[in-house]
Each structure stands twice: as structure tokens, then as C-alpha cells.
């Protein structure tokens, strides 16, 4: 990467001015339009959840899907299971929560040694 100095004898060798005016960066302030624009935008005011429960601390018997899905962000296994399976292994009375991680648990593959390591990282969908 060239120097500024070499910059400037490039740049007057091809016949333009060097550009004098710093361009802003990282660690620079953000302009005020820039906040104005972010806070009139719709999407500003949207909660990033959905009402309600979330679904890992739901009740099998209280879930509405008919497949049940969780997703390992550790290793990016997924398991499916249908609900009517979940209930006749796990009982109605039995939190998605705690189904998702066994059956993440049962089939993991990214075994250390280590207990606080150990295991998959449940997503739940």
C-alpha cells in the first residue's frame, strides 16, 4: 500500500488533485440526518417479538404446530420431531424446552470431556 506522499505523486501523475478532505471512519461520529433517518423509519417502533409465549416455555399440549423442530448452533443439527411422538415419549405435562435439549442431547456429537462444554446449543424454532 502506498504512503500519502506516494499517493499524491500518483495522483498528480495521472493529473487529478489529491483529495484533501478526510473521509470519515469507524470511530467517527455519526452525522445527526443519519440518527433522524433510523428513528422515522417504520420498522423503528416493531418489537422483535412476536406476543405471547415463547415456544420453548410452552407445554407440549399447549403448542399449536404439528412438527416440533430444534436447531443446534453449535454443530447446525436439526431435529424434527411431530408432536403426537413428543407427547406419547414426554407426557402433555412435558416444557418443549426440555424435550428439544434431550433430543438434541441423545444424538450429540460434539463431546469434549468437559461438562460445561458438552453438548449441543439448542435453537428453538
Known amino acids: 500500500m502506498p ?3 506516494q499517493m499524491e505523486k ?7 488533485q489529491p483529495c ?4 470519515p471512519g469507524p470511530a467517527d461520529p455519526m452525522p445527526p440526518e443519519y440518527w433522524e433517518s433510523v428513528l422515522r423509519d417504520p420498522r423503528a417502533d416493531a418489537s ?3 406476543p405471547g409465549p415463547a415456544i420453548q416455555t410452552l407445554r407440549l399440549s399447549e403448542i ?4 416440533l423442530r430444534v436447531e443446534c448452533s453449535r454443530c447446525g443439527r436439526t431435529v424434527e420431531i411431530q408432536k ?7 407426557g402433555p405435562a412435558a ?15 460434539q463431546r469434549t470431556g468437559r461438562h460445561e462444554e458438552d453438548g449441543c446449543w439448542p435453537v428453538f424454532e
Not at 10 to 16: I, K
Not at 20 to 23: E, G, H, P
Not at 95 to 109: F, I, N, S, Y
Open 95 to 109: 416444557v418443549w424446552k426440555a424435550v428439544g435439549e434431550r433430543l438434541l442431547d441423545d444424538t450429540c456429537q
Open 84 to 90: 403426537a411422538d413428543a407427547v406419547r415419549l414426554y
Open 3 to 5: 504512503n500519502p506522499k
Open 48 to 50: 422483535p417479538m412476536p
Open 20 to 23: 484533501r478532505v478526510r473521509s
Open 64 to 67: 399449536p404446530q404439528h412438527v
Open 10 to 16: 500518483l495522483a498528480a501523475a495521472v493529473g487529478r
